[in-house]
């Protein structure tokens, strides 16, 4: 069971930016891949960026050249540096682990508020 724990969100002004953090409670070698999803209001959860232990990456259209996402194997840690961020980036923005790849776990944090507005 792994578990991942949020943090980072808050609010910020269009054109700010937010840096998001998920730790992991175990060495996120262990994890094949590890992602950002987000959920707006009335909206399905849906994929905002991955990154694989094999070190791919891939990002939704909405937010390519905008967000990065990043691991600090050292820390367990997996961010989300978001920039240039617009209202309709507003969500809670969740964790995902994804443990094998034929037949795959996942796990899931509480996941962190992000609310862009002037």
């Known amino acids: 069971q792994v578990q991942l724990v949020e943090s980072g969100g808050g609010l910020v002004q269009p054109g700010g930016s937010l840096r998001l953090s998920c730790a992991a409670s175990?060495?996120?070698?262990?994890?094949?891949?590890m992602a950002w999803y987000r959920q707006a209001p009335g909206k399905e959860r849906a994929l905002v960026a991955r990154t694989t232990s094999g070190g791919s990456t891939n990002y939704a259209d909405s937010v390519k050249g905008r967000f990065t996402i990043s691991r600090d194997n050292a820390k367990n840690t997996v961010y989300l540096q978001m920039n240039s961020l617009k209202p309709e980036d507003t969500a809670v923005y969740y964790c995902n682990a994804q443990k094998g790849w034929y037949k795959p776990d996942y796990y899931w944090g509480q996941g962190t508020q992000v609310t862009v507005s002037s």
């Open positions: 175990e060495s996120i070698f262990s994890i094949n891949a």
